[in-house]
């Protein structure tokens, strides 16, 4: 949303004071801008594999959502990590081997919803408990696998921000290029009033204006907000692979969970005594 209001203001910005002492029809242009369209989208579809482009074009509709995560969720996602532990504390690691192998009927991950239903959050989680009840891998191994998954979803996850930023970087140059090709013209026509070629220079200088404007003021935006979401997203992994580090170097549950609280940024970070009392009134239901 906080993009769409970001847009107004930069079109007021540009147009709206433009609008002021000249006039808007000068602008229209088609063909300058069915060129930076066309360019745009030519060197997008160029410049990537096919991964790259339908993981952008999944992306881009997710710009418009604010991020699912938030205190709320981290509060569920650290209860059941609370819940999950002290039923190995309890009963030992493999009482949850129902759990890991079949999470959609978990007695216990049904009781998160809003964990449960992230494919990508609950194959982690339930992919290193697996390890944990194999009890073939110590901590130090597992710390190290964890490192490695996280980075490679950390650089997955970057992709379409990383294709939009080439993108915003590209498209004032195919301002450039339609604006040379409009110059091109004009001196074709050299022989014409100064009135029709001072017409066919504005519209040539149109293509400069649309590379610069559409480059920094939509697609740049776009690819911040990408990087934005992508880092923010992968802050769960992060406190999933402290708590269950903690359980393995023999910490309690109620310890282990404090350590993936303090991984969490500012803004999502429940304090100490939210979390306990959180913890003590879903034992009481």
């Known amino acids: 949303m906080l993009l769409l209001v970001g847009y107004v203001i930069i079109l007021l910005a540009s147009l709206g004071t433009y609008a002021v002492h000249g006039s808007l029809a000068a602008l229209w242009v088609p063909m300058e801008y069915l060129a930076i369209v066309g360019l745009t989208i030519g060197g997008f579809i160029a410049a990537n594999g096919s991964k790259a482009v339908k993981a952008t074009l999944k992306a881009l509709p997710t710009v418009l959502k604010g991020s699912h995560l938030n205190k709320a969720v981290y509060m569920d996602l650290l209860a059941m990590l609370y819940e999950i532990l002290s039923k190995v504390r309890k009963e030992g690691l493999m009482s949850v081997e129902g759990d890991i192998e079949t999470p959609d009927s978990s007695p216990i991950f049904s009781k998160y919803p809003k964990i449960q239903h992230d494919h990508h959050v609950m194959e982690f989680i339930c992919d290193y408990l697996r390890m944990m009840v194999g009890g073939n891998l110590n901590a130090?191994?597992?710390?190290?696998?964890?490192?490695?998954?996280?980075?490679?979803?950390?650089?997955?996850?970057?992709?379409?921000?990383?294709?939009?930023?080439?993108?915003?970087?590209?498209?004032?140059?195919?301002?450039?290029?339609?604006?040379?090709?409009?110059?091109?013209n004009v001196m074709g026509s050299v022989g014409s009033p100064p009135a029709v070629l001072g017409k066919m220079i504005g519209g040539a200088l149109v293509g400069t204006f649309l590379g610069i404007l559409v480059s920094y003021g939509f697609v740049a935006p776009v690819a911040g907000q990408l990087e934005q979401k992508c880092e923010e997203?992968?802050?769960?992994?992060?406190?999933?692979?402290c708590v269950l580090l903690a359980s393995m170097n023999g910490y309690a549950p109620q310890v282990a969970v404090e350590f993936g609280r303090k991984v969490l940024y500012s803004g999502d970070r429940p304090t100490f005594i939210e979390l306990e009392e959180d913890l003590k009134a879903r034992k009481g239901k």
């Open 140 to 184: 130090f191994e597992i710390e190290n696998l964890m490192d490695i998954e996280i980075e490679t979803h950390h650089q997955e996850a970057h992709v379409p921000a990383h294709v939009m930023s080439k993108v915003a970087d590209a498209v004032p140059a195919f301002g450039i290029v339609v604006a040379v090709m409009g110059v091109v």
């Open 233 to 241: 997203e992968g802050k769960i992994y992060q406190v999933i692979k």
